[in-house]
């Protein structure tokens, strides 16, 4: 059922068995999955069921470091359906290695591996819209899209599944309102997390709408699911028991952001013709009515490890013919490449089909804790202090760009599979430019010391009973994956224990 919470009197207190904060990928899939169940579940939800300008720049805040891409109230959705409301689609599970402690890679390695995760991956694939959980490109190759001939101890291909994409606060938005155990709050902004006066369970959730009014929720237990920047906001913005805000005795929280560095067109590659079109595999394909599949190259895991880098994938984006014309005209490389083609290869719609491609990566950020969320004096509209994001990367990633560039250069080259041409702007790190995905990771994340981590395997608190972190910032690391396929495999775990720890 949903309820609008200027319709709640100002005061009251609301009673649940789990209140949720925050109605994206993670916080919906937990309400979905007990849904029908005996728990009284409490789903607040800032925004409404459509975007509104106010409620969206109640995410605006600072950023220093790394220049970010966008501001961040551009970042994330703000009304039922969270950040799927802006969603690609784009889905990939992390590979195992993402779950290993690895010499090289600081911080790394989640309580458990990836084997422990796949059954709700599985069932996380219904939830995005997407196929069979499989990743493997043999998988998805076919008469005419074939992977290319690449070395698989060094570069191995793989595929991202991409959904429709699936709009959770619309697609799940009438089996919500049907289902009798959930209650969905809108325009209710969670100001603060109130504790016990022992300081180790939470007491009640203070929640406000933009409007001034003020209530309060009490619940047996709450997850906290608004996102990576809101989840470490609100834990330090609730400081009334702890002056450095919850969950952060040993100044976690906020820590370790992470993002996928972006590099796009860093660079070209001019593929060795072959008798049907080889780069077919890389592009777009549907395999269904919801979904589609891309392939990608990725840096093998052997090749990794004894290199020490971080995980890295990158993409093919095929020139398009006017890109071929213009290029022909300005280079002199690309016209005698151009001209030594078969005629219909020059002719082709899209400039000589999977012939010319530009490269585009995503790779893993090294979890780094300089890199993070705090607290600036700045307020928003509901009085609170607004959150500064310092992005910050390390050697680790820019040497696991370089290095994967060039390793990529030279398999095409060693297997005779094209020919790499690295973009000027990307011989010196200086002048690299990022993108991001944007996909914010890690700040308050899983680890079973509290002392490295502020949740433990099952996304609970270690300094509250009764309080667990749901989404991507729980991530020890982030991997090359395109984050959602993960939360919502987590996010439906996290259901799993809770069903089991409350009924």
Known sequence: MFLDAHNVESGRTLEADLCIIGSGAAGLTVARALAGTSLKVCLLESGGLDPDAKTQDLYDAELTGVPYFMPLRACRQRYFGGSTNCWTGWCRPLDPIDFEKRDGVPYSGWPFDREHLDPWYAQAQKVCGLNAYTYEAESWAGKDAQPLPMDPTRVV????????????????????NAAANVEVLLHATVKELVTTPGGDRLDHLKVATLAGSTFYVKARATVLAA???????????????????????????????????????????????????????????????QCSVIGTLIIAPEELRRRKLLNFTATLEPFTSHEVRAAAKEDEVYRDIVRSLPLPWQRARHGPPGYMVHLNSRFEQAPNPESRVTLVDKRDALGQRKA???????????????????????????????????DENHYRRETWTFAGGPHHMGTT???????????????????????????SSVFPTGGSANPTLTIVAMALRLADHLEGTLA
């Open 157 to 176: 291909s793989g595929v991202f599944q991409v959904s429709a994409p699936a709009r959770f606060g619309t697609i799940y938005r009438a089996e919500i």
């Open 227 to 289: 996102g990576g920047i809101e989840n470490a906001r609100l834990l330090l913005l609730s400081d009334r028991t702890h002056t450095s805000g919850l969950c952060n005795e040993h100044d976690l929280v906020g820590r370790y952001f992470m993002e996928h560095p972006h590099l796009y067109r860093f660079g070209t590659v001019f593929v060795t013709p072959p008798k049907n079109d080889r780069g077919a595999f890389y592009r777009l394909r549907p395999v269904g009515k």
């Open 388 to 422: 500064r994001l310092h992005w910050a990367l390390t050697d680790t990633d820019y040497r696991t760009a370089t290095e994967a560039m060039q390793l990529l250069g030279r398999e095409f080259g060693f297997t005779d599979t094209g020919r790499f041409r690295l």
């Open 445 to 471: 994340r899983m680890h079973n010391d509290p002392k490295q981590g502020v949740v433990d395997r099952n996304c609970k608190s270690h300094a509250l009973s009764n309080l667990y972190i749901a989404g």
